[in-house]
């Protein structure tokens, strides 16, 4: 035992007496020295554990907070694991891995690490957030004694508190020491842990990360924010490098520094406004009308858009599409960004009035109920009309012939009807009478409707 450390450790004796004490520790240790608990049987222990690197940057563990744990291999053995935990007062718990867990030789090497979040599992040794650790730790046993002396002074790890993080945003490329590979030699499994799940401390729009950001050439550090769509915050500091043990903090897009950022938003998806699409020769639009790209402002909004017939459907450069022949085909639009799809299925027809169906039926089914009616008979008809065009119709007037002679049977509507565009109808119902017997064969209906300025007029 260290003369020194076991003076600071007695309490209740000067200091000649302590003297004595010690000359004559031979036997067990003494009652008066400061002991740790433990739930070793055969021994009690004097744990001694400083940080050494008050001037280090990262987490302040010149102090250490009650619950926090380190985990030891004695004597280079992976397999033999002592566990320290921090009661307070200067005091450790000491407790044993498993029954196998011993101080077998009068003194020997640890290897020691400290973890914010520290689990060790069969083997597994799990380090996140701030990490102390040694190499050079040591134990001497007096008897049923032991003291262990630790100097926590390496850390493997930077801090990095970004302020004003974006929402959603998470520090990329950092290289994490989550995971020892070996406790003997304290040694890491390093890993690349860049998302939204990666540990990390919160305190209001400040979050902060542990790890290693590598440096680019020239020196310089480049550091990137990313959410899980892909999209980046990117700011480069020049000659600036970062190395374990350092405390960094970043100004990030969010704060007075934000114009110091590069934003990037970046496409995640496109979708057509329309699967389907019908057309009248000649006509045309403009591809942007088409699509909608998500998020609405990426940087890059750059599509591509492609004509399966273009013998039917003509994409110009500048972005238009023209209806050019009767037929169909398919425009495709990729997005500059990702290559996200979407496709169009366009029917084009050389008149719009093969888009405008008219159906008519008698009351509610397909044959004429016929009822007297005063001394004439009577039999109702319903009748539908639909727009299957683009556009919006203006119904000016519908007026009912007999179909086998032709006359007119007078005039459902002289006002104007609207019928919305893609699939839009309007419907009503009319009565045919007569002196004679009435015919099952149903009327028809000549409609007069405009587009815009063009009156078109169709019977059917």
Request: net charge neutral.
């Amino acid at each position: 035992m260290k003369m020194k450390n076991i003076i600071n450790k007695l309490s209740l004796f000067s200091l000649v007496l302590v003297s004595l004490i010690i000359t004559g520790c031979s036997n067990d240790i003494e009652e008066s020295l400061t002991v740790a608990s433990s739930n070793f049987d055969n021994f009690k222990f004097i744990v001694n554990v400083n940080t050494g690197c008050s001037t280090r940057a990262a987490t302040d563990k010149s102090d250490w907070n009650v619950g926090d744990k380190i985990v030891m291999s004695i004597d280079g053995d992976e397999n033999n694991i002592c566990n320290l935990q921090y009661e307070g007062n200067g005091l450790w718990k000491v407790t044993k891995q498993d029954d196998s867990t011993t101080f077998s030789k009068d003194e020997g090497a640890l290897t020691a690490v400290h973890a914010d979040n520290l689990v060790y599992n069969s083997g597994n040794t799990i380090t996140e957030g701030d990490v102390l650790y040694t190499k050079e730790g040591s134990y001497k046993k007096y008897n049923n004694a032991v003291e262990i002396n630790l100097t926590m002074n390496q850390r493997p790890v930077s801090r990095f508190a970004v302020i004003g993080m974006a929402k959603g945003y998470w520090l990329d490329g950092l290289t994490t020491f989550n995971r020892l590979e070996s406790l003997s030699t304290v040694s890491w499994k390093k890993n690349q842990k860049s998302n939204a799940d990666a540990y990390k401390e919160i305190y209001g729009d400040t979050c902060v990360y542990y790890g290693v950001l590598e440096s680019t050439q020239a020196n310089n550090t480049t550091v990137t924010l990313v959410n899980a769509n892909g999209s980046t915050y990117t700011r480069t500091y020049s000659g600036k490098q970062t190395k374990a043990g350092d405390y960094v903090v970043i100004n990030g897009p969010k704060t007075s520094e934000a114009d110091s950022w590069k934003h990037y938003i970046r496409v995640i998806d496109i979708n057509a406004k329309k699967e389907s699409l019908t057309m009248v020769k000649g006509e045309s639009g403009s591809i942007k009308d088409l699509y909608t790209i998500t998020p609405a402002d990426p940087t890059n909004s750059k599509v591509t858009a492609v004509s399966s017939n273009p013998h039917v459907v003509k994409i110009s450069n500048d972005g238009t599409y023209t209806a050019v022949a009767k037929g169909n085909a398919t425009i495709t639009i990729t997005s500059e960004d990702g290559h996200h799809v979407c496709a169009i299925h366009v029917k084009v027809v050389n008149d719009l009035s093969e888009l405008i169906t008219v159906r008519l039926q008698w009351n509610g089914n397909n044959s004429a109920s016929i009822t007297p009616w005063g001394s004439n008979y009577a039999a109702g008809v319903d009748w539908f009309v639909t727009n299957n065009s683009s556009k919006e119709i203006i119904i000016t007037s519908i007026e009912v012939f007999n179909s086998s002679a032709g006359y007119s049977m007078g005039t459902l509507i002289d006002y104007q009807l609207t019928v919305a565009a893609d699939g839009g109808s309007v419907s009503g119902s009319f009565d045919v009478t007569s002196k004679l017997s009435i015919s099952t064969i149903l009327p028809r209906l000549k409609i007069v409707y405009k587009v815009g300025d063009k009156t078109y007029e169709k019977s059917y």
